[in-house]
């Protein structure tokens, strides 16, 4: 895949590897893109902006005004002009200006008007690298969902060895090329999500639950929706907020809900992943009003929610796939076969208990991946945000 017709900002920061910014701007040009390149003011004085617009075909935006006529460059419209940004290099300073929002120069305004996604090349001594303020905006950053494409190991321009070194501009074009191939990986398929535990009521106050925080669930969403899927997340009780355009989010609080969501959607998807921890059993009856403490014991009558998996994998037409998930105390990989058959599923995503880190009320997770006909695939304990990616391509893009 080429970048034909993709609009790139490339923002170039005061780094001595400003002059690699070049090259990049080239092998983007050469790929099809168009180039809009914003320069610190520190920036021109390692590369000139006459080089640049030479290769961009495009004047080069730095200041605010164009001294001569006041002409007010729009940072909003370059915002919503590119599919992508690209700050390569980033030095420290701008960094920290866009981790805090120091809108001092146009890079800095274009950056917080950007509505396209934002990769950011750093390069810097490997002692800048490494201290603890810029490693704490490289965090900032990637918590606002910023790609950062890692320096190199190597020598610096300082002769010192070490971390800090821009990517080369070859592999900044490759991780570039691989987003957009990425983005459109799922594009026209339409997905069903279940997320989240179930509240099973007993009365006004209390209910059955379980300790799933939906955060596998809405990994899993926000991953389907970055790759051009239009998803539909049914979730339940989760202290969770998810802001995509192509996600459509309806929250319920009991299994009884969640069947009558799913179901009633799953016709019109190509693909269903049942994340949530529904409950097995809810009361049988569900007091108006508080219990109140009586006696010694209390016995509370349970009846069985409709398994929402299994109907679905009744319900399911040729073209349709669906992945279910596992949590397991014992007998993990056996008892995790028998749901695929029993509930008709393509895949199951197991997780057991007895791995630490995986599981409920974690950040990380650690899963086997089983197929119809039993196959297994092991995974590393790992954030559940890239687990989501790897669970699409090992289920989803499968067999593309
Ligand atoms: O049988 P078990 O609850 O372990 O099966 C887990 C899988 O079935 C999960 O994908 C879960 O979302 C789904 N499930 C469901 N409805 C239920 C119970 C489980 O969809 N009532």
New binding site residues.
């Given amino acids: 895949m080429s970048l034909k017709g993709k609009h790139i900002v490339l923002g170039i920061t005061g780094s001595i590897a400003a002059y690699k910014a070049a090259i990049l701007t080239r092998l983007f040009i050469k790929e099809g893109a168009e180039v809009q390149v914003v320069i610190t003011p520190a920036g021109k004085e390692f590369i000139t902006p006459v080089t640049l617009s030479a290769l961009t075909g495009k004047p080069v935006v730095s200041e605010f005004f164009t001294a001569n006529d006041g002409t007010w460059h729009s940072h909003v419209d370059l915002g919503l002009w590119a599919d992508l940004m690209v700050v390569a290099p980033a030095t420290a300073s701008t960094l920290g200006k866009m981790a805090n929002g120091i809108a001092d120069n146009m890079l800095i305004t274009t950056y917080l008007s950007m509505k396209a996604p934002v990769f950011i090349a750093p390069a810097m001594d490997l002692d800048m690298f490494a201290h603890p303020s810029t490693q704490r905006n490289i965090s900032i950053l990637k918590s606002y969902g910023n790609q950062i494409i890692e320096p190199a190991s190597g020598e610096l321009a300082s002769h010192l060895i070490g971390k800090g070194r821009m990517e080369e501009p070859e592999s900044i074009v490759k991780e570039v090329k691989a987003y957009f191939e990425k983005k459109k990986s799922l594009s026209g398929k339409r997905i069903l999500i279940?997320a989240g535990p179930t509240y099973e009521r007993l009365d006004p106050v209390r209910f059955i639950g379980n300790y799933s925080t939906g955060k596998m669930g809405f990994a899993l969403a926000e991953e389907c929706a970055c790759r051009g899927a239009e998803v539909i997340l049914v979730a339940g009780p989760v202290a969770l907020s998810i802001d995509h355009p192509q996600i459509h989010r309806i929250d319920v609080e009991s299994?009884d809900e969640?069947?009558h969501e799913?179901t009633t959607v799953f016709p019109s998807v190509d693909v269903a992943i049942?994340?949530?921890?529904?409950?097995?059993y809810r009361p049988e009856i569900k007091s108006e009003t508080k219990i109140k403490r009586k006696g010694d014991n209390l016995n509370l009558a349970l009846v069985p929610?409709?398994?929402?998996?299994?109907e679905?994998g009744r319900l399911k037409s040729e073209k349709q796939l669906l992945v279910?998930?596992?949590?397991?105390t014992d007998n993990e990989q056996e008892?995790a076969k028998k749901?695929v058959e029993k509930?008709n599923l393509d895949y199951?995503v197991l997780n057991s208990l007895r791995n630490p880190g995986a599981g409920f009320r974690t950040d990380t997770n650690q899963v086997t991946i089983i197929d119809r006909n039993g196959n297994e695939d092991n995974f590393e304990l790992k954030l559940k945000t890239a687990l989501a990616s790897d669970i699409i391509e090992q289920t989803l893009l499968k067999n593309k």
């Fill in positions: 279940t299994a969640m069947y799913a049942l994340c949530a921890a529904v409950a097995d929610n409709k398994d929402i998996a299994a679905l279910g998930f596992a949590l397991e008892n749901k509930k199951i």
